[in-house]
């Protein structure tokens, strides 16, 4: 039988925005409680008060990504590609997509941010990829200066995204 705080824990790790709010110290741990609805909202609440002083606290990054924007990218040739998908690779001069790429001081876990972003912006990626130093997230052509803009100005300030424990 599982404790309450292990319950806990693995309820927050099961709503992602809510585990980000606690490293961000944002949170109405009453709210959160009712929101898990996994016991006693009092119990709960201690727990997850215990639980955010446990995870590490975000840090500013020293020094922002770079972020450009690629025009022009439609289906190619493998050898060709910025960005393979399954068996979709994207090549430059191909067609009328455009790739959102991110590189320096960036980690694959930013990627979720930035898709999360441009959600908020109302802006559906057509694909996304990631690896330890940078980022590409295509989008359509019109789409295209929203997101560098929105990516720009995300990635300027937020906090590093490094895995919890790092």
Partial sequence: MSSLASETRAAVRGHPFLHLA???DVVNYTAAARFLDIGDTEAVTAALR??????PAF???DCAPRVSMQSGLGEGEATDALITVGETHLVPGAGALTGIVVAGDVSVTALGH??????LADIEPLAAAGTEDA???????RDGPTALRTVERELS??????AVGE
């Fill in 135 to 141: 980022l590409i997230v295509v989008v359509t052509r």
């Fill in 50 to 55: 215990r639980f955010a002083t446990d995870l």
């Fill in 22 to 24: 606690l490293r961000a």
């Fill in 59 to 61: 840090t500013q990054t």
């Fill in 157 to 162: 300030a937020v906090p590093q995204y490094r």
């Fill in 114 to 119: 930035v898709l999360s972003c441009l959600a």
